[in-house]
C-alpha cells in the first residue's frame, strides 16, 4: 500500500504517530493509500523547522523570492496534466475540471509574482519640518493553511503563494482525502528553488489542526471547509491570539427573471450544478425561477440533465464524476430520498441506476422546495439542483438575503437596471450578472458573508497581501543640530 507521510525542509518525513488515514479511488471506491496523521509532537516538530527558516527567508529580497515563484509558475505550467492525474486519482473530478481548478491556482501564482509591487508602502516627505512618515508592511512569521477536499491543488495556492512571497514561512495542513497534491506542489517549490523549511505539509486531521490553533508560534490561521469546522478554528484560533480568515460552506441561488434567455440560463445552472459532482463552494445548488417562466426553465432543465455522462476521469467522455466518499455519496442520496416527504417534486432521481462500484452517484433535479425543507436549509454538496418557484424579483432577493450563507450567487437577466440594484441589494459575497460562478480573479479577493466567512479579510488577491503582513508607520527625522532643543510639548505637525 502506497503511504503518503509528510515534507518538512524539502524531504519527504516519514511520521511517527501510528495513525494513518485511508485515501480511496473515488471511483473504484478502493483504498489506493495511506497518509500519516501527524501527532502533536510531529506538528511540534515542523513548526520549529518552519520558526528556524523564518529569519533568513523574510531577509531574502522580494526580487530572489519573486524569481522563484517565476519558476514555480512554470513548473506548474510544464506539469499541470500529471498534477491534474492525482486530482482526477484521489478526488474524482475529470480531467477537464482538474485542469481548470489548476489554471485557477496558477492565476494565484502570477498574482504573487508582483510582490515588489504588492509590497510598497506609502511615504509622506517633510509632514514636519524635517520629518517624514512612510508605512511599510512585514511579514508576519510561521503562519498554517489548512483545506478542504474538494480544490486539493487551488485552495492551496490561494494561501501559500501570497503567504510565502510576503516573506513569512508556511505550513499547508491539506485534507486527508486527497493528500497527494499536495505534496507534487511541494516537490515542485523545492525544484523552484524555495529554501528549505519555508513551505512544509503536515498531514493529519482534528489533531494536527488543533495544535496548529493554539500553538504560540502560529501567527495565523487561514482555512476553507464547512462552516461548522469554519468557526469552530475561527472562535479557537481568535481566541489564541492568531488573526484567522475561515471560509465555510454555501448554498449558492440563481435568480432567472422572466426576460432572461432561458437557453443561456439553463445551460449555465445544469454546468454550475453538476459540475465536479457539485462538490464547489461556488456550485449553483438552487435555482430562484420566477413563476411565469418557471415551468419552461424546468423543462430546458430535464431536457439537459441527462445528458450528463457519468463516468470516472480516466474515461475521456466522462463529464462528471463520483464523490468523494461512500459516506458522503450516501448523505446526498438521503436529502434526494427524503425531498418527496418534504413535499417537494423530485423531478430526476440520481439515486437510481447510479453504479455499485465507486461513489457514484447521478445528477438529481428536485422541484418545489421551499425554506424549512432540509434539501433547502442545509449545503447538500453533491450533483443535486433545487429549483424553488418565486413570484417576483423582490421575492427572489428576499429569498437569498434570508438565507444563512452567502459565498456566491448569480442573477439571469437582460435588464442592466435590476441587475444593478441586485448586485446592491444581495447579502452575498460574490455576484455573478449572467454568470454562474462568479469566483474572482486572482487580483480581486474571494470571500462570502454571512455563515460562509469567519473573519474580515477575503482570500488571496489584495486582501491575502493585507492579511499576511502586518502594517507599520515610521516616523522619522534625521538630526540637524541646528533645529535641536528641548520641548517637553506634545509632539504637533505645524
Ligand atoms: P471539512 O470542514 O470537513 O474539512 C476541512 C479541513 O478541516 C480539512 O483539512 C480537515 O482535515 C479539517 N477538519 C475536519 N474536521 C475537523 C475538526 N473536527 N476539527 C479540526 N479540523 C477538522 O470540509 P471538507 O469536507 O474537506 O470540504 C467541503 C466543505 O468546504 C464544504 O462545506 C464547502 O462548501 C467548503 N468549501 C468552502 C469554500 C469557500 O471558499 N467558502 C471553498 C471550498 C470548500
Redesign the pocket.
Known sequence: MQRISHWVNNKVVVGTSGRTGKVFNPATGEQQAEVDLASVAEVDAVIAKSKAAFPEWRATGMSRRAEIMFRTRELLDANRKELATYLTLEHGKVPSDALGEIARGIENIEFACGIPALMKGGYSEQASGGVDVYSIRQPLGVVAG??????PAM?PMWMFANAIMCGNTFIL?????DPSASMFIADLLRQAGLPDGVFNVVH???EA??RLLVHPDIQSVS?????P??K??YETGTKNGKRVQA????KNHMLVLPDADLDMAADAAVSAAYGSAG???MAISVVLAVDTIADALIEKLKTRVPNIKVGPGTDPSAEMGPLISREHRDKVASYINNAAGEGATVVINGTDKAKDAGFFLNPSLIDNVKPGMKCYDE?I?GPVLTVMRVKSYAEGLKTINDNQFG?GTAIFTRDGGVARQFQYDVQVGMVGINVPIPVPVSYYS?G?WKA??FGDQH?YGPEGINFFTRGKVVTSRWPDPRTSAVDLGFPTNR
Open positions: 489548512i483545506t478542504p477536499f474538494n480544490f485552495v495542513k491539506p485534507s486527508e482525502k493529519g486531521d482534528k489542526v488543533d482555512f476553507v471547509g464547512s462552516t469546522i469554519a469552530y478554528v471560509l465555510g460552506g454555501a462538490e464547489r463552494c449545503e454538496f459565498n474571494f462570502g460562509s466567512l482570500m
